[in-house]
């Protein structure tokens, strides 16, 4: 069975800097290898949206309010997705899930206050 844990979310002040990490079980890193992995995002009161994609060489894609800002990562041996988030504003409020496949995390809370 598959499971995805997140991590490393918390409260930060704008301008601030977060690392998310999510990782992977129930599967072996040869076969995660060959998949590629999503960060969503959903804030209150609004749809999930997908904020960054890494395919299985390593090529990513952001969302247009992140680029510049965020930088998704994987790390295939340790079956393992990263979003370092960085100039956090606090648009950025929301749970932040990690995606493979059709499984999800349970979500990890980004809150980006003063």
């Known amino acids: 069975q598959v499971q995805l844990v997140e991590s490393g979310g918390g409260l930060v002040q704008p301008g601030g800097s977060l690392r998310l990490s999510c990782t992977v079980s129930g599967v072996m890193w040869r076969t995660f290898a060959t998949y590629e992995m999503n960060w969503y995002r959903q804030a209150p009161g609004k749809q999930r949206e997908l904020v960054a994609s890494?395919?299985?060489?390593?090529?990513?894609n952001y969302v247009d309010s992140v680029k510049d800002r965020f930088t998704i990562s994987r790390l295939n041996v340790e079956r393992s997705l990263y979003l370092q988030m960085n100039n956090l504003k606090s648009e950025d409020t929301a749970v932040y899930y990690c995606?493979?496949?059709?499984?999800w995390g349970q979500g990890t809370q980004v809150i980006v206050s003063s």
């Open positions: 890494i395919d299985k060489i390593g090529s990513p």
């Open positions: 995606n493979y496949r059709e499984v």
